[in-house]
């Protein structure tokens, strides 16, 4: 029993330090696209059709040899594949587009904790879709990130907006998409299991949106240090982060995974700070702190049955 036990406390070790990484890594994700498109000129539309088609590349190749036959399967089933084409535009493109042009104009720092608001929409979805209204924590971590939200735009100031309207529309999007992109998948994920669901849609999203964006259409020259950035995206930022959460869900809980995937937008403002050295006020601090109180109280579970597990689902997956 005591052998048991010690085993089983080793593996939630184990998920905690695997969901640490993940998001740490998401949030060096954010930073490394920032640095392409300031200092590079790289457009996000670009960086997103690469990564979306070198990331599939990556989840397939894995999932052909874990499970081909699974994988395989996916293309007889027409709905599936519909739905996929859905969760593709709406979910992982809708994503990537809008959480690289928020990281355009706010840096990756501020555009991860505007991201965190999705927690907000999915609770609604959830307290709509099963009739019941918000508990107390959900209220109260509503009020903490608008609250979040208005410290980090105005700065302090009322009657100004500091932040970049474009900046704060693409990150109100890519909160909506992140939002979309939990909820859209629910059915796909219970039938084929996330590594061919991710791998399928960011194959699909990627192929769709290098169809329209034509990225080979655009000027972008990398030296060798962007190159490494883009690699260490895909690797790094993408490949890795992935299977990093996945294992911390597997080991610690879902709950638990995803509270501490929250360290990304810290990671991310602390990255860009000290890496990119971009500018971090006292204002935004504040608001970071405010919305990260948000996920923790959305998220939290009560001793009845609550459905934060709901909320948890994937929230981090792809910024």
Not at 25 to 49: E, K
Not at 206 to 235: K, R
């Amino acid at each position: 029993m005591a052998q048991t036990a010690n085993a089983e406390g080793g593996h939630v070790v184990r998920g905690i330090i695997c969901a640490l990484l993940g998001g740490v890594f998401w949030g060096f994700s954010g930073t490394c696209a920032q640095l392409l498109m300031q200092q590079y000129d790289v457009p996000a539309l670009w960086i997103t059709c690469v990564r979306l088609l070198a990331a599939a590349f990556c989840f397939l190749v894995v999932v052909s040899i874990r499970d081909r036959s699974t994988l395989l399967a996916v293309f007889r089933d027409r709905h599936s594949l519909v739905m996929l084409v859905v969760f593709s535009l709406f979910g992982v493109v809708l994503v990537q587009v809008s959480y690289l042009n928020s990281i355009k104009y706010v840096g990756a720092g501020t555009a991860t904790v505007i991201e965190q608001l999705a927690l907000i929409i999915i609770m609604f979805f959830v307290c709509i879709k099963t009739w019941r209204l918000p508990k107390w924590r959900e209220v109260l971590g509503l009020i903490a990130a608008l609250l979040g939200m208005f410290v980090i735009a105005t700065q302090g100031d009322i009657g100004v907006l500091a932040l970049p309207p474009e900046g704060l529309f693409w990150g109100l999007v890519s909160a909506v998409a992140v939002a979309c992109y939990t909820l859209i998948p629910g059915d796909l994920l219970k039938k084929w299991g996330s590594m061919i669901v991710t791998g399928l849609s960011m194959l699909f999203g990627g192929v769709i949106s290098t169809a329209f964006v034509q990225p080979w259409t655009m000027p972008v020259t990398l030296d060798v240090t962007a190159m490494v950035v883009l690699v260490a995206i895909i690797l790094v930022g993408t490949l890795a982060a992935y299977m990093f959460y996945l294992q911390g869900i597997a080991d610690a809980g879902p709950v638990r995974a995803s509270l501490l995937c929250c360290v990304e937008p810290v990671s991310a403002m602390i990255l860009s700070f000290v890496w990119l050295h971009t500018a971090v006020s006292g204002y935004d601090i504040v608001g970071c702190v405010l919305i990260l109180a948000m996920v923790v109280l959305v998220t939290q579970r009560d001793e009845a049955a609550d459905v934060s597990e709901d909320l948890t689902v994937a929230v981090e997956e792809v910024s």
